[in-house]
């Protein structure tokens, strides 16, 4: 019983130098206290080279702000920076690098040497692609229009923006030398797309204003074939193929409680007109509408069916 009682104090005495060798152990390792590594022979000291650059063209950028850790320095005129510290070596870090007007870059470095050369950083200079909406029958401007800037994955993916009470929009960042899309779209308006812009200067940033011209307005009733109006039915507008197939959706609407629908901003031509009740018990065969000039009112009656069990 004894020995045991010696055993378990002994345990008990060593439990804290265990704990201070191995807290020791974990920060010569992550080069925390260089002071002490350098009691034991080792160097937590390191430098990291590399050269900031701007846009497709690689051209030297001074002035941008590299930050590791605690340090920070600037990129000369070269777009060259260096950094040195006796706390850097055998860590993984994240640098940051940028610059107003430009893209924010961070990556992840593994200091693993005395020298580190970290090569080229490129940041992309920034744009916002501005501009106007207006309406091309009223002559007015058209607020609440939704602009869909269309970006790469890499660049941050899609922005999405309204159009203000003057028709004025302002939306980015888009980036010097990508390719983006933009898309205006409006309820009562058709569509307008404009594919692959880029902007390699400022020069090339000018107003993407816009013209909408107003769509042709489908309005109807939903009923059963007993007459009964039948409310809350899901009115989708096909376009249609040239071998009389639906092509793809082009707007929807839902008829409201008392089974009247109003569908705003479908262009001219052939249509198909579909339409369901939300649980599926009732559906329509799909019915074939010739849409007239934009602006004009096509009006519909729709007769449902009951749905067929099994």
């Known amino acids: 019983m004894r020995k045991r009682k010696k055993r378990s104090r002994r345990l008990r005495m060593l439990a804290p130098l265990l704990v201070v060798a191995v807290l020791a152990a974990y ?182 204003d816009v013209v909408l011209a107003v769509g042709a307005v489908l309005s109807g009733v939903t009923r059963a074939r007993n007459g009964e109006g039948l409310p809350r039915v899901h009115v989708i507008v096909y376009q249609e193929n040239p071998d009389g197939s639906l092509g793809a959706v082009e707007k929807a609407g839902l008829s409201g409680w008392d089974a009247t629908f109003l569908i705003q901003g479908i262009s001219p031509g052939p249509k198909r007109i579909v339409g369901e009740t939300p649980d599926g018990r009732r559906e329509a065969p799909a019915l074939r509408v010739k849409v007239p000039e934009a602006g004009e009112v096509v009006n519909l009656k729709l007769i449902y069916l009951e749905k067929k069990d099994g």
Do not use: C, W
């Not at 050369?117 to 401007?141: P, T, Y």
């Open 27 to 208: 920060l010569l390792r992550d080069g925390l206290f260089p002071g002490l590594g350098q009691m034991f022979g080792v160097s937590y000291h390191a430098t990291l080279e590399g050269r900031v650059v701007a846009g497709p063209d690689a051209r030297p950028l001074a002035g941008a702000t590299i930050t590791i850790g605690r340090l920070s320095v600037v990129s000369d005129e070269r777009g060259a920076f260096e950094i040195s510290d006796d706390n850097l070596r055998r860590r993984r870090l994240q640098l940051e690098v940028q610059k107003e007007s430009y893209q924010k870059r961070a990556l992840e470095v593994a200091i693993d040497q005395e020298r580190l050369a970290v090569g080229d950083i490129r940041l992309l200079k920034e744009f916002f692609v501005s501009g106007r909406v207006q309406s091309r029958d009223m002559n007015a401007a058209v607020p609440a229009a939704t602009i869909r800037v269309e970006r790469d994955r890499e660049d941050g993916g899609p922005i999405v923006g309204r159009s203000a009470a003057d028709g004025s929009y302002r939306l980015g960042p888009v980036y010097e030398g990508r390719r983006f899309d933009l898309v205006f779209d409006h309820p009562a308006y058709l569509p307008v797309e404009r594919k692959n812009l880029v902007i390699r200067r400022p020069a090339d940033n000018a107003p993407q």
